[in-house]
């Protein structure tokens, strides 16, 4: 599975967000899909997961309420629609997916990696 973001930019608090993570191949209902982000200077850290039927999300604390993870299987995308963007959500997303557990939040769990988007958010 090859991964693709897309989507980050730059944008001042309290605007919105969509990343969009097209997947590659024809796995891509077979995969637990999820974001993560890392901030300059600090771990990957999980945002979201999504289950691969969609029936099942997981969400960080700092971001319930305020992000949601979706999936769209004719387009073999993943999308995380960020709302309300605070200056603590600038750093690096990234998508991935995940072959064998239905639901995963842990970095260590995830197979495939894509490349990240940047999302800076200004005060």
């Known amino acids: 599975v090859q991964l693709q973001a897309s989507g980050g930019g730059l944008v001042q608090a309290g605007a919105s967000l969509r990343l969009a993570c097209a997947a590659s191949g024809r796995t891509f209902d077979n995969n637990a899909m999820g974001w993560f982000r890392q901030a300059p200077g600090k771990e990957r850290e999980f945002v979201a997961a999504i289950s691969r039927s969609g029936g099942h999300t997981a969400y960080a604390d700092s971001v319930k309420g305020r992000f949601t993870i979706s999936r769209d299987s004719a387009k073999n995308t993943v999308y995380l629609q960020m709302n309300n963007l605070k200056p603590e959500d600038t750093a690096v997303y990234y998508c991935?997916?995940?072959?064998?557990?239905?639901?995963?939040?842990?970095?260590?769990?995830?197979?495939?990696w894509g490349r990240g988007t940047q999302v800076t958010v200004s005060s």
């Open positions: 991935a997916a995940e072959r064998t557990l239905p639901l995963a939040i842990r970095v260590a769990e995830y197979d495939y």
